[in-house]
């Protein structure tokens, strides 16, 4: 069996080198947190339309490296728009200009020859730079830990099916838990806000039975963490979840502000 | 004879572990929280695991490379989770999970915590329920099932084709909690490059922090390798870009046997390569088979037709569609477990029947479920008795999209093809590992104190893993397993006060870190890391991949020595050591790669015979079945390292007393 990636092997190669493209990379350039940063040029040549946006960054990378230079440092794992870790500013819009996609599921075929792609990475001040593209997103994390569960042992569970919910709800719940936490929200956001991050994980429990028991000290702690890890307010763009890559619903926002302003009146 | 001791309890197999377990010894709580233990990896053995932990009252630390816990590559699995809860009242069992897992494993799997896994795997749908997991349900309110391959009931639970998500979420907010009352101390973007072994027990790690490149050392009374599979040292597979073995590869170089490694997992259903660009291959859950009809053309005609352009696979009649596995195992049919629907795939399209440009391609094709049955169902439903063709098709387009419809956006983002409209293609490629450390039934390596859960360890998935399973073993072990076992260790260990970390092993150990980093940096050649691992992953997955031979092993053992000189020659790692640097991270698993896939050749050499994902060339059935040599093979092999390139087998045999082994048939 022929290995996948030697092509060169198989008459007809089906990348298909006549439609390849050429493209100008403004790539944004900052050697860690305290750097200024600036933005430099790169060529990206012979870029197959089958690529993903994270290839190409792969193949301006290696020669980058074979030159000598530095590479481009940008975070990245799963690959399949699961994990969270990519985070490019692509022409202006997170994840890049197509909808309900993360950078690393966004394809070359969307972009064409002679093309001048601008990249930089989440800007917000509760995501300060690393390095280049990688931001510190730990206080996604924070919120999280602030309130982002149900208090249940390991081993104290009644059996699953003693508690029905209602298809709807664990349907509504479920798309709110998609989430994959990459924070395109907040780049998205003029304010740079977190809401609907936190309103998702709010929704999730809101929706479920067993979420109810704290719902009050859940949402007063999540929502106290994001305002200390310095996210702006909301003003009701909705670029957020114009930006989504999961497209979770505004209604999460909304439904956080009723459980948020529930709880206040219930925790005087 | 042996030095390995599998201590698995004695007494009847259902009884082995209640009984087992009520007589480990406790450790009292105000003892817990002088009791530190490290846990590495936060996938979903290593969360629930560190949770469970902190809950009992222990003292953990947990590390991951990634920048957040909740990324670890268990997030991608999609699509289930198996459980004997029977809720669908079709006969399934604790016995039937037991008996179908060391099946489908090919009779190469422990009977005891095979047998364990499947006693504790109701519980963790329940445990999973309780924090919020958002399973799918039926209308009634209670949760939905569907089949995976290798079984003929409906034990699998999920949550779309994001199960690994949901699960993963549901251990996060678990560790989190935990995290938040200070009970767990969280290391993200920290690597562990490196074990510390002090008067032969483990006593901690040493991890570099990637984003200052500091290395810093780590105390803990036991140490927890929850750090996945090894599938990466293909290139290409189904694995996160990050995932690697070093963790286990460094405690298998400080001693720890490295057991089964030739067991490679070969998933039937991914999106074929697109080019050579390719950086990683993207799954199609093998849930995909419960509504998707595996088949390429019956005549060449038609297959040159499809590859040139002018015919598409709609267009191929009925009567010219050879659906191969329905064709070859009436039985399970599609649902056949993955090495075997691997090779049937690979077998067609080796005789010439792949349908893309390649030739290595085979259709998945939901066309006539999303009509005729999902179609059929919602149309009665909505009390239409006669409908369209038209009609049908949009029905069960909204049916199939609730099931699959992430999985179908998918494929449509990376292959421009819309597989609502037209048949999916599909290859097999790299997806799980069998083979890890090697463990006992605590789920201790053969180190004292090392401990290695989840995928990293090779216990409980034989030779070839059932669908559905690997969900199911890494919360087994992280919520059900090692919060008692470990008790059998640390409490004879609430004595060892915390051994500061200026201690001379620390020292040495770092030491020895910091002189392999600097030797990357020092090399300043001309080649990139990914240079020598796409190297790499082409010899492994030529030579040592879907089917092997001796002869192919050899030269790949060969080959991989020479990679492996001359990556220490000519490697160019770019940047400095004290930064955020991912060439260096690579630089650092690609080095162990290379070491392991040498291992991973011999070993598929000294197994002269076939079962699950080894298939020896030299051993088939007429009908290209896998050849088992029960006699002579039915152990499984750790090996113990000497130096770089030379090991010592072990051997531990296995032993069925309670499920009669057969050639394994799905016909």
Redesign the interface.
Same mark, same amino acid.
Request: proline share 5%; hydrophobic share 30%.
């Given at each position: 069996m022929a290995f996948p990636f030697a092509l060169s092997l198989f008459p007809k190669p089906f990348t298909k080198m006549s439609g390849n493209m050429n493209l100008t990379l403004k790539v944004w350039r900052q050697k860690n947190t305290n750097d200024k940063g600036k933005f430099e040029t790169y060529k990206a040549e012979n870029i197959s339309p089958d690529m993903s946006f994270l290839e190409m960054f792969d193949v301006v990378n290696e020669r980058l490296i074979v030159e000598g230079k530095e590479p481009i440092a940008f975070d990245h794992d799963c690959r399949e728009g699961i994990c969270g870790s990519c985070s490019m500013y692509i022409n202006g819009r997170p994840h890049g200009p197509n909808n309900g996609v993360t950078t690393c599921q966004l394809h070359m075929r969307s972009f064409k020859d002679g093309d001048i792609i601008v990249v930089e990475p989440w800007r917000s001040a509760a995501f300060p730079v690393i390095k280049d593209l990688a931001v510190d997103r730990s206080s996604f994390d924070r919120i999280q830990a602030a309130g982002g569960f149900i208090s249940v042992n390991t081993g104290n569970a009644q059996d699953a099916n003693s508690l029905p919910i209602p298809k709807n709800d664990a349907d509504e719940s479920f798309a709110a838990a998609a989430c994959i936490g990459c924070g395109a929200c907040v780049a998205a956001c003029k304010n740079s806000s977190a809401m609907l991050f936190v309103g998702a994980k709010v929704t999730q429990f809101a929706l479920l039975p067993q979420g109810k028991p704290e719902a009050t000290q859940r949402v007063l702690a999540m929502v106290n963490q994001m305002d200390a890890e310095g996210f702006g307010s909301c003003t009701n763009t909705g670029a957020c979840s114009a930006e989504c890559p999961k497209e979770i619903s505004l209604s999460v926002i909304a439904r956080m502000n009723r459980e948020y302003l529930s709880a206040q009146l219930f925790a005087e | 004879m042996s030095k390995l001791d599998s201590k698995i309890p004695e007494g009847p197999i259902d009884q082995k572990w209640t009984k087992y377990k009520s007589t480990i010894p406790l450790v009292n709580p105000a003892n817990k929280r002088h009791l530190e233990v490290i846990v590495v990896g936060s996938g979903l053995a290593g969360s629930?695991a560190a949770?469970?932990l902190a809950?009992m009252g222990y003292s953990v630390k947990v590390f991951c490379f990634?920048?957040?816990?909740?990324?670890a590559?268990s997030?991608?699995a999609q699509g289930g989770i198996n459980a004997a809860?029977n809720?669908q009242n079709d006969g399934d069992s604790v016995y039937r999970l037991f008996y179908d897992t060391i099946k489908g494993g090919d009779y190469r799997a422990r009977e005891g915590n095979v047998h364990r896994l499947a006693e504790v795997s109701g519980?963790i749908?329940?445990?999973?329920?309780?924090?919020?997991v958002?399973?799918?349900?039926?209308?009634?309110?209670?949760?939905s099932n569907r089949s995976f391959g290798g079984t003929q009931v409906q034990r699998t639970f999920y949550?779309?084709g994001?199960t690994?998500?949901?699960l993963l979420?549901g251990a996060?907010?678990?560790l989190?909690?935990q995290?938040?009352l200070g009970n767990v101390k969280?290391y993200?973007r920290h690597e562990m490059l490196d074990i510390v072994n002090i008067d032969g027990k483990c006593r901690g790690i040493i991890a570099r922090d990637l984003?200052t490149g500091k290395l810093e050392r780590h105390f803990g009374h036991a140490v927890l390798l929850c750090t996945g599979g090894y599938g990466n040292v293909f290139?290409?597979s189904t694995n996160?870009?990050?995932s690697n073995v070093t963790a286990a590869w460094k405690a298998h170089k400080r001693g720890a046997m490295f057991a089964n490694p030739c067991y490679t997992q070969i998933h039937p259903t991914c999106i074929?390569? &697109?080019?050579?660009?390719? &950086?990683?291959l993207?799954?199609m859950s093998e849930s995909l088979r419960n509504d998707g009809r595996i088949w390429v053309p019956k005549k060449k005609e038609d297959v040159e037709a499809i590859r040139a352009g002018k015919k598409k696979g709609s267009d191929i009649p009925e009567e010219d569609r050879d659906y191969y596995l329905e064709r070859r195992y009436p039985a399970f049919g599609n649902l056949v477990p993955r090495d075997v629907a691997s090779r049937a795939s690979?077998e067609r399209?080796?005789a010439g029947y792949g349908v893309?440009?390649?030739g290595?391609a085979v259709y998945l094709d939901f066309a006539s479920n999303m009509k005729y049955k999902y179609g059929k169902q919602v149309a009665t439903l909505k009390g239409i008795a006669n409908p369209t063709e038209a009609q049908l098709t949009e029905f069960g387009k909204e049916v199939v999209k609730e099931k699959y419809g992430n999985l179908f956006?998918?494929y449509k983002?990376?292959t421009?093809e819309d597989p609502y409209e037209i048949p999916m293609m599909i290859y097999p490629a790299v997806h799980y590992t069998m083979g890890g450390l090697w463990v006992d039934y605590n789920l201790m390596t053969n180190i004292e104190g090392l401990y290695a859960l989840g995928e990293a360890n090779f216990s409980d998935h034989g030779a070839n893993r059932l669908g559905a399973s690997a969900l199911m073993q890494g919360l087994a072990d992280g919520?059900?397993v090692i919060?008692y076992t470990i008790g059998a260790y640390l409490s004879k260990e609430i004595g060892t006060k915390a051994i500061p970390t200026d201690k001379e092993e620390f020292a040495k150990t770092e030491q020895e870190v910091q002189d392999r980093i600097n030797k990357f940096f020092a090399i300043k050649g001309?080649?990139?890391v990914?240079y020598f691992h796409?190297r790499l992953g082409?010899i492994m997955?030529?030579k040592c991949?879907?089917?092997r031979n001796k002869e192919g092993l050899e030269w790949a053992i060969a080959e991989i020595q020479k990679i492996r000189e001359e990556f220490w020659k000519d490697v160019?790692v770019?940047?400095d050591a004290n930064?955020?640097?991912?060439?260096l991270e690579k630089a650092n698993r690609v080095a162990d790669f290379i070491e392991l896939g040498e291992l991973m050749c011999k070993d598929a050499l000294n197994r002269n015979e076939s079962c699950g994902g080894h298939f020896r060339e030299e051993f088939q059935t007429e009908e290209g079945e896998a050849m088992r040599d029960d006699e002579n093979y039915k152990y499984v092999a750790a090996w113990e390292m000497k130096e770089v390139g030379n090991w010592e087998l072990h051997k531990e045999d296995l032993i069925y007393e309670n499920i009669k082994i057969a050639q394994r048939s799905y016909k």
């Open positions: - | 629930s949770a469970t809950e990634q920048d957040s816990a909740r990324r590559h997030i991608a809860k809720y519980s749908i329940d445990q999973c329920v309780a924090q919020g958002p399973f799918a349900r039926e209308y009634g309110g209670l949760l949550a779309a994001q690994g998500q949901q979420l996060y907010s678990g989190n909690r995290i938040g969280m993200a984003v290139y290409l996160a870009m990050g074929p390569v &697109s080019g050579d660009h390719q &950086s990683k993207t799954l690979k399209c080796d893309n440009k390649t290595e956006d998918m983002q990376i421009g919520y059900f919060p001309t080649k990139s990914d796409k082409k997955w030529e991949g879907m089917a160019r770019p940047g930064e955020f640097n991912p060439e």
